[in-house]
Antibody
Framework: QVQLQESGPGLVQPSETLSLTCTVS????????WDWIRQPPGKGLEWIGY???????NYNPSLKSRVTISLDTSKTQFSLRLSSVTAADTALYYC????????????WGQGTLVTVSS | QSVLTQPPSVSGAPGQRVTISCTGS?????????VHWYQQLPGTAPKLLIY???NRPSGVPDRFSGSKSGTSASLAITGLQAEDEADYYC????????????FGGGTKLTVL
């Protein structure tokens, strides 16, 4: 059974960079697509982007200029960096496993709350 | 504003049937990309409920079913139960702007 666990700071200063890591266990990271999705408090899901095991990436156009997602196969981890954050970036951040464009997101982490505040 | 449009809320009494719609466009559902549905129980992460328009993962009751036609998709829940009270999200792929996964805004199901 694949399991994903997010980790990182729960509080980030405005204008700083949000950094999160997702550790994958119970399955190989050397396949599939590895996604980040966020959910502002009381709101819906927003796809942030994904990294493929080959290293290729795809990002939400609305966040593309601020997002970097990378993969560390040796550590079975992948990471999210979101720069120049504002209060609007406060959300529950989920890491997840997806597939190619027609495939679903089949495994989700439990989520980690990141608050942007001074 | 979400790329896929869902009603904010639906409700039904135990035992009844409810449907949740998901309306897209020619660059996503209408381009014949698969639609997937997720159930998010209060305080938990989303869970895959329906994949590939109308397929249930192992363990999902057959009370849940999905369909797709044209630029829209629907999730149907029959024999409504109290534990079905949750938020439901549709998701597909959009081929505009270099392509991306897209979600609906979510629908809150209340079991009366």
């Amino acid at each position: 059974q694949v399991q994903l666990q997010e980790s990182g700071p729960g509080l980030v200063q405005p204008s700083e960079t949000l950094s999160l890591t997702c550790t994958v266990s119970g399955g190989s990271i050397s396949s599939h697509y590895w996604d980040w999705i966020r959910q502002p408090p009381g709101k819906g899901l927003e796809w942030i982007g994904y990294v493929h095991y080959s290293g290729s990436t795809n990002y939400n156009p609305s966040l593309k200029s601020r997002v970097t997602i990378s993969l560390d196969t040796s550590k079975t981890q992948f990471s999210l960096r979101l720069s120049s954050v504002t209060a609007a970036d406060t959300a529950l951040y989920y890491c997840a496993r997806g597939g190619d464009y027609g495939m679903p997101i089949d495994y989700w982490g439990q989520g980690t709350l990141v608050t942007v505040s001074s | 504003q979400s790329v896929l449009t869902q009603p904010p809320s639906v409700s039904g009494a135990p035992g009844q049937r409810v449907t949740i719609s998901c309306t897209g466009s020619s660059s996503n559902i209408g381009a014949d990309y698969n639609v997937h549905w997720y159930q998010q129980l209060p305080g938990t992460a989303p869970k895959l409920l329906i994949y590939g328009n109308n397929n249930r993962p192992s363990g999902v009751p057959d009370r849940f079913s999905g369909s797709k036609s044209g630029t829209s998709a629907s999730l149907a829940i029959t024999g409504l139960q109290a534990e079905d009270e949750a938020d439901y999200y549709c998701q597909s792929f959009d081929n505009s702007l270099s392509g991306s996964r897209v979600f609906g805004g979510g629908t809150k199901l209340t079991v009366l």
